[in-house]
């Protein structure tokens, strides 16, 4: 079993930067490949970026490439996701997922509770 925490979210104005994390329980997070998804008010939940464990065939959506960046820390079992340049349409509830597939799927092994992630005009 694998227990994610997110954190790092908030309020910040369009054109400013915020970076989530991901804190993994357990001691085997290396082995996971680790993705942020996110669902605003009224919409499905769309992926942002997954990854693979060792970080090969990262995959961003087109809405956040060139301004998000995915990172991790086996040493700390914690997972990042660097958020720059935020746009109003960014705003919505950040989730961090861990799957032992090859890369993080659709329906992922372990999801986060999620944070908020408001960006303002």
């Known amino acids: 079993q694998v227990q994610l925490v997110e954190s790092g979210g908030g309020w910040v104005q369009a054109g400013g930067s915020l970076r989530l994390s991901c804190a993994a329980s357990?001691?085997?997070?290396?082995?996971?490949?680790v993705g942020w998804f996110r669902q605003a008010p009224g919409k499905e939940r769309e992926f942002v970026v997954r990854?693979?464990?060792?970080?090969?065939?990262?995959t961003y959506a087109d809405s956040v490439k060139g301004r998000f960046t995915i990172s991790r820390d086996n040493a700390k079992n914690t997972g990042y996701l660097q958020m720059n340049d935020l746009k109003p349409e960014d705003t919505a509830i950040y989730c961090c997922?861990?799957?032992?597939?090859?890369?993080?799927?659709?329906?992922?092994?372990?999801w986060g509770q999620g944070t908020q992630v408001t960006v303002s005009s």
């Open positions: 357990g001691r085997t997070f290396s082995k996971y490949a």
């Open positions: 990854s693979s464990a060792s970080g090969f065939g990262t």
């Open positions: 997922a861990a799957d032992l597939f090859s890369i993080v799927r659709s329906t992922p092994d372990y």
